[in-house]
Nanobody, 128 residues
Framework: QVQLVESGGGLVHAGGSLRLSCAASTFSLNNYAVAWFRQAPGKEREGLSCISHSDNQAYYADSVRGRFTISKDNARGTVSLQMSNVNFEDTGVYFC?????????????????????WGQGTQVTVSE
């Protein structure tokens, strides 16, 4: 069974940085559309960013634009989410998701959730 595995979560001070990584168990993510989601305590899951399957165009939610960067590591076949200048609202469980084709606009970041593959999530906690 194909799985996505997130790594890199942990405790980070407000204003600090953290880098999350997403890998697939049986294939490279190089040619997949990949998205990052966050579920904060007591809140619905929120789409944060996605990167397209073809030209690696990236899109972001307003809440993270300018602070988070999604990218593909073609050598490793993984996708990263570089988080900078984090704040308390960034606390939550971060999930990555993938599908063979997708991520065409900011609309997809906010509304597209029917990805084929999902990870189990990694906890990010922002402290003082």
């Amino acid at each position: 069974q194909v799985q996505l595995v997130e790594s890199g979560g942990g405790l980070v001070h407000a204003g600090g940085s953290l880098r999350l990584s997403c890998a697939a168990s049986t294939f490279s993510l190089n040619n997949y559309a990949v998205a990052w989601f966050r579920q904060a305590p007591g809140k619905e899951r929120e789409g944060l960013s996605c990167i397209s399957h073809s030209d690696n165009q990236a899109y972001y939610a307003d809440s993270v634009r300018g602070r988070f960067t999604i990218s593909k590591d073609n050598a490793r076949g993984t996708v990263s989410l570089q988080m900078s200048n984090v704040n308390f609202e960034d606390t939550g469980v971060y999930f990555c998701a993938a599908e063979q084709a997708g991520c065409y606009s900011e609309y997809d970041v906010r509304h597209h959730v029917r990805y084929d593959y999902w990870g189990q999530g990694t906890q990010v906690t922002v402290s003082e």
